[in-house]
C-alpha cells in the first residue's frame, strides 16, 4: 500500500543552523509528494509540494526535490529560525481518482536562540 | 466560504455519548478528508470523499465511527458511544480535485478537539 515515513524528532538546533527532515514514500505510479507544517497553535498548512520526478518545490526558504530513484522528498533549509519552529509532515497523493491524501508521523522542529 | 470551516471546535463529552462532528470544505472543493490527530501520534487517515461518495473509508476504527455528506458539500463525522480512546483533535481538509497534479492541495480546517470524559 501506500505509505510515508519521516525521520523520528523531536529535531532541535540552533538559529542558523542547517535543517535537514528525511521523508521516504512507498507508492505505486507517480504520486504528487508534499510537505505540511503546523505552527503551534494553528492548523496544518501546505509548505510546498512537486507534482512529478525531479520537482523542485520550496517556500519560505525551504526546499524538497522530488527523487523517484530514491524514492524521497526530504526537506531542507540552509539557516533555520526560531519561527520555523513546529511539526512539519511530509505526504503523498497517488494521481488517482478515489484514492487519500497519506501523512507520515510528522516530524517536530525546535529552534533556539 | 473562505476557508474550510469546522465546529465545533471543542466538545466535553461523557463516555457511551454519541458525538457529531461537523465539516464545512471550501465551496467547489469536490474531495473531502477527515483524520485524526492524537498526542504523539501523527496524523492518522479515516476517510476520504469524492463528492458524496467515500471510495476510501479504510481508516475509520470501528463500527462506531460513519461519517457522510450531502450535497457535496457539508459533511459530518459522526462517533457513538464515545470511548476515552476517541479523544483527539479531528482534523477536516477539503481539495479542489482528487486526482494529482496542481489541484490536489488539501486545505485543513481548525479541528474539533473531541475529549471524552
Known amino acids: 500500500g501506500n505509505s510515508v515515513t519521516q525521520m523520528e524528532g523531536p529535531v532541535t538546533l540552533s538559529e542558523e543552523a542547517f535543517l535537514t527532515i528525511n521523508c521516504t514514500y512507498t507508492?505505486?505510479?507517480?504520486?504528487?509528494l508534499f510537505w505540511y507544517v503546523q505552527y503551534p497553535g494553528e492548523g496544518l498548512q501546505l509548505l510546498l509540494k512537486?507534482?512529478?520526478?525531479?520537482d523542485k518545490g520550496s517556500n519560505k526558504g525551504f526546499e524538497a526535490t522530488y527523487r523517484k530513484e530514491t524514492t524521497s522528498f526530504h526537506l531542507e533549509k540552509g539557516s533555520v529560525q526560531v519561527s520555523d519552529s513546529a511539526v512539519y509532515f511530509c505526504?503523498?497523493?497517488?494521481?488517482?481518482?478515489?484514492?487519500?491524501?497519506?501523512f507520515g508521523k510528522g516530524t517536530t522542529l525546535s529552534v533556539s536562540s | 466560504g473562505a476557508g474550510v470551516s469546522q465546529s465545533p471546535s471543542n466538545k466535553v463529552t461523557e463516555k457511551g455519548k454519541d458525538v457529531e462532528l461537523r465539516c464545512d470544505p471550501i465551496?467547489?472543493?469536490?474531495?473531502l478528508y477527515w483524520y485524526r490527530q492524537s498526542l504523539g501520534q501523527g496524523l492518522e487517515f479515516l476517510i476520504y470523499?469524492?463528492?458524496?461518495?467515500?471510495?476510501?473509508k479504510s481508516g475509520l476504527p470501528s463500527d462506531r465511527f460513519s461519517a457522510e455528506r450531502t450535497g457535496g458539500s457539508v459533511s459530518t463525522l459522526t462517533i457513538q458511544r464515545t470511548q476515552q480512546e476517541d479523544s483527539a483533535v479531528y482534523l477536516c481538509?477539503?481539495?479542489?480535485?482528487?486526482?494529482?497534479?496542481?489541484?490536489?492541495?488539501?486545505?485543513f480546517g481548525q479541528g474539533t478537539r473531541l475529549t471524552v470524559v
Open positions: 465551496s467547489g472543493h469536490t474531495a
Open positions: 481538509a477539503s481539495s479542489l480535485a482528487s486526482t494529482g497534479g496542481e489541484g490536489t492541495e488539501a486545505f
Open positions: 505526504a503523498l497523493k497517488r494521481g488517482q481518482a478515489g484514492t487519500a491524501l497519506i
Open positions: 507508492a505505486t505510479g507517480y504520486p504528487s
Open positions: 512537486a507534482t512529478k520526478a525531479d
Open positions: 470523499f469524492q463528492g458524496n461518495s467515500a471510495p476510501d
